[in-house]
């Protein structure tokens, strides 16, 4: 795992998203895995910037979401379905048929959950999956205690995270219960683990997850058993870890052949 700490929560989107657009470079084809909250506006914010400059496209990529709220209306202005077109799609040139969210909607969702997999390998598999981190240590809508080894299924959502996620919709009783989330083995499964995190609020789960132990209490830390990824953080969701120094140094010392982030 390569933790690298920033000054700031837009140093954190660009870097990331110098990441991202590394990898689409490489491969105009590549399977995003694209997730939702406010962790990851920034990444999108300047992937857009690079799109809009003629430096990017995503013309030929592909889009899986991570997450979608069980029950809510497709036109709902906080279902994932609608987010993602909103925030993902139509800024980044994203062709609509290419990119897929978890059916949230569906008579039979956990023969959709089932369908959802299956579509994400026969598209060859997510290429780099972004992540943002709850303050309980969930990544998805994998709640503390979900398995390492689950796949994509309905959840409930902690009391915690339906109050976090409660400041986009006017009440906390709008917040729906359930979920449609991709498990911990789904997301293990992707080529690259991007996750960002910004604020002190994340200090706590950033610390569990990087340096505590492997635990189904911090859904995060199944990172630790991923062979490529990266946590970048700011310095606010920095100040739990214990060896920052270290991170600080061994990204300030990279070589040259293995940098992408220094515009």
Excluded at 81 to 90: A, G
Aim: proline share 6%; glycine share 8%.
């Amino acid at each position: 795992m390569e933790v690298i700490i920033l000054p700031s929560a837009a140093e954190v989107g660009r870097v990331a998203a110098a990441k991202i657009a590394s990898r689409v470079t490489e491969k105009p084809t590549a399977v995003i895995g694209l997730a939702t909250g406010s962790s990851p506006q920034g990444i999108y914010a300047d992937l857009k910037r690079r799109v809009d400059a003629g430096e990017l496209s995503f013309a030929l990529a592909r889009g899986f979401a991570l997450d979608e709220y069980l029950g809510i209306p497709a036109d709902h202005p906080q279902s994932y379905l609608s987010v993602i077109r909103r925030d993902v799609v139509e800024p980044l040139g994203f062709n609509p048929d290419r990119v897929h969210v978890p059916d949230g909607r569906a008579a039979d969702p956990e023969f959709a959950a089932r369908s959802y997999d299956s579509a994400i390998a026969a598209a060859g598999g997510v290429d780099i999956q972004i992540l943002g981190i709850g303050a309980n240590g969930h990544i998805g809508f994998n709640e503390p205690t979900s398995s390492f080894a689950s796949r994509t299924r309905v959840k409930t959502l902690a009391p915690q995270t339906r109050e976090d996620n409660s400041r986009f919709f006017d009440s906390l009783d709008q917040v729906p219960t359930h979920c449609m989330t991709q498990g911990l083995g789904t997301i293990l499964d992707a080529r690259e683990l991007l996750l960002v995190a910004q604020g002190d609020g994340k200090a706590h789960a950033i610390a569990a997850a990087v340096e505590g132990p492997l635990s189904s209490f911090v859904p995060a830390s199944a990172l630790q058993l991923h062979e490529h990824a990266t946590v970048i953080v700011d310095e606010a969701a920095a100040t739990g870890l214990k060896l920052s120094d270290y991170y600080r140094y061994t990204y300030r010392s990279k070589p040259h052949w293995q940098l992408f982030d220094r515009d």
